[in-house]
Structures are given as structure tokens and as C-alpha cells.
């Protein structure tokens, strides 16, 4: 039986589960081989189920589309390939510089590490452009290293964005780059299953951020630094970890970080599937996550995530194609179209959604 992990937002009725799906207390929610419907897949969310192994159906042979996708085209440009190649420069030397850190207890040096996200930053033409950039290198490998410089490379954007000064913009970057300093202590074998993690793979790859915080809690770095890898995975509605710290008790940095990390985490190619469409990511974070994450930043953060796309082509799940031309503000996801002679405004159209950047 081939099977694929899909996220609940990606559920559609019909489908069929692979495997039982339990709760985060190891209740069975829904059973194996269940036929989905709308009232099985909004328990699902309810129960804040993250993702579900579903029965893959034979695919209809189909006539290969040779029209360079906007990806393909972006990673034929030749800023593209200048910014790979300093990226992957950067990767190395920031693995090198991390690993000292945590097998040698080498002190961390601030100067240094953001060297490593800033000449990526300021090669790029714009915040919108370098973000565009980092959307084209989905096709690497998710690891701890990628994930953070990533994260680093998004949190700086994001806090342009929110207009701070060029000191915070640094402390944001480095704890960018170090929130999960901690996994590289977590087993190879939990951290790239493929599958739902057991109650005791999950304690452990939990223990990543106090483990991390370990790491940098006598280092002579920024406190936000530390409190932003120690509380990255809090939740504004109570439902985080490691504390259950809610609202404004969570540290400000780490607010932001969280936002960026799971972005990153969501939109990034990984062992069970490929890298999701942004505004698929959007959607999700719509539907589940102004309770989780504070609405002050999250609503900055997706506006100017979506207006990357302004005038970008995007294919539909009814197979049309159109070009975005107007952010519903209210409805990030679901943009206004220009599909040939004709405007299609999706916040009037649920049953349409954009399936591909095209």
C-alpha cells in the first residue's frame, strides 16, 4: 500500500487513512481505511492533528506540461545561481562554526555568525527578492543547518518589515540562527522519520530547546538570543512547549521567531513529501494560527509574504490559470485573479484554491 503524509489542511472528502490517527495523548481519534468526510476532517483540526498518513490513488496518465514553471525560471537566472552558490558556501562554513560550538564548547562569536546571513542579505536587490530566492532553494535537504540559516534569512526580512532598528535586526538574525541549536543532540533517527514520532520520540525531540538553551545560557550573547531558543515552539493560546507559556508572557523575539520557523518548516522539502505551495502554508497558518501565534507580527509577516507574489502566474485546483493582481487583506490566501479576460476574486470562491506557482 503506497501512503502519503499530508498536512489537515491538505485533506479533501474522499480520502482514505492509511493509518490510525491518535491524539497527542495517545487517544484514537479516527481508524485506519476511514473514508474522510467534512465532519472527520474538522475533528481532525479540532483535535489539532498536524498531519495524516493517507492510502495514495492510482494517478491518470497525464501529457507532460514543458512550459517552464516561475520556479524553474527563477533557478535559470543567473541571480539565482550567484545566490546558491553563496548560500551553500555559507552552509558549510556556518556547520563548521555551529559544530564548534557544541562539541568543543567554543564561545560564540556574534561578528562572526552574522556574516553568514548577512552577505546573503545584502547581495539581494530587495527584502521581497532575497525572500524570493530563499523560496527557490526548497529543493534541499531540510537539514538543522539549512532550516536555521533559513530561518536567520527570514527572521531579517521580517524584522524590515517590521521596520526595527539595525542592532535588533542583528539580535533577530543571530537567534534566527541558533533557535535550534539544541537539535543537533537529538537522534539522526528521530529527527528524519518519516512517519508519526511515538509519545517518547516526541519528549525527546521536545528537550531540543531546553537542550539548546543549555548551549548558550553562560555564552555572553544577547538574552533575547536565549530566550528565543528556549521558547520558540510556546504558543500564544497556552499549547506550546516546554512551559505552556501563553500571550505576552512569551518573550517578544521569541514570538517572532516561532512565526519564521515554522514558515520554514512547512514550506521546506521533507523525506515524506515535497515542498508545499506558500499560499497552501497561508492557509493553514489562517485557519489555525491567529490563537497560536501573536496576530501583531503574523499579520505583518503574511501580507508581505503574499505581495512576493504580485503579478506571478498561479495554477488552480480546477486546472485555470491567472496571474495575482490584488491582496485580500482579510483573506490572504485567496487572492484576486486576472484569468485572461476575466477577474476571479477567490474570497468568493471557496471551492477554488490555488494549487501551484507557476
Known amino acids: 500500500m503506497n501512503k502519503s503524509i499530508l498536512f489537515t489542511f491538505e485533506l ?3 480520502m482514505i487513512t492509511a493509518e490510525d490517527v491518535y491524539t497527542v495523548t495517545g487517544q484514537l481519534l479516527i481508524p485506519e481505511r476511514t473514508l474522510l468526510d467534512n465532519s472527520s476532517i474538522h475533528k481532525l483540526k479540532l483535535y489539532n492533528v498536524s498531519t495524516v498518513a493517507i492510502i495514495d490513488s492510482p494517478e491518470e496518465p497525464s501529457v507532460q506540461d514543458t512550459t517552464p ?6 533557478q535559470d537566472s543567473m541571480e539565482f545561481q550567484e545566490f546558491k552558490a553563496d548560500y551553500l558556501e555559507n552552509i558549510d562554513e556556518f556547520h563548521d562554526t555551529i559544530n564548534d560550538i557544541v562539541t568543543k564548547n567554543a564561545p560564540i562569536q556574534p561578528e562572526e555568525l552574522l556574516v553568514h546571513a548577512a552577505g546573503l542579505i545584502d547581495s539581494s536587490q530587495t527584502t521581497y527578492h532575497l525572500f524570493d530566492m530563499l ?17 536567520a534569512l527570514i527572521c531579517r526580512v521580517f524584522g524590515k518589515w517590521l521596520h526595527m532598528p539595525e542592532d535588533d535586526l542583528d539580535v533577530l538574525t543571530l537567534s534566527g540562527l541558533l533557535h535550534d541549536i539544541g537539535k543537533l543532540t537529538t537522534p539522526g533517527e528521530i529527527l528524519t522519520k518519516p512517519g508519526r514520532l511515538t509519545t517518547a520520540e516526541y519528549q525527546v525531540m521536545k528537550d531540543h530547546v531546553k537542550n539548546g538553551y543549555a548551549y548558550l545560557k553562560n555564552q555572553p550573547i544577547d538574552p533575547r538570543i536565549k530566550e528565543a531558543c528556549l521558547f ?13 507559556l501563553s500571550g505576552n508572557k512569551i518573550p517578544e523575539f521569541a514570538r517572532i521567531v516561532s512565526i519564521a520557523d515554522v514558515y520554514d518548516a512547512m514550506t521546506a522539502k521533507r523525506v515524506y513529501r515535497g515542498p508545499i505551495c506558500p499560499f497552501k502554508v ?17 499579520l ?3 501580507e508581505n509574504v503574499v505581495a512576493t507574489y ?10 485555470q490559470c491567472g496571474e495575482v493582481v490584488l491582496i485580500n487583506k482579510n483573506a490572504l490566501s485567496r487572492p484576486m485573479l486576472q484569468c ?13 484554491s490555488i494549487e501551484q506557482i507557476i
Open 300 to 302: 505583518t509577516f503574511l
Open 12 to 14: 479533501e472528502p474522499g
Open 310 to 319: 504580485i503579478h506571478t502566474t498561479v495554477r488552480l485546483n480546477s486546472g
Open 69 to 74: 514553471t516561475y520556479s524553474e525560471r527563477i
Open 135 to 151: 523560496h527557490n532553494m526548497r529543493e534541499f535537504d531540510d537539514s538543522t543547518f539549512t532550516h536555521s540559516l533559513n530561518v
Open 232 to 244: 520558540h515552539h510556546e504558543r500564544c493560546d497556552g499549547s506550546g512547549y516546554p512551559f505552556g
Open 282 to 298: 497561508i492557509k493553514f497558518i489562517e485557519d489555525e494560527g491567529y490563537n497560536k501565534y501573536d496576530p501583531r507580527f503574523l
Open 340 to 352: 485572461d479576460n476575466e477577474f476571479i476574486d477567490l474570497s468568493k470562491h471557496p471551492e477554488l
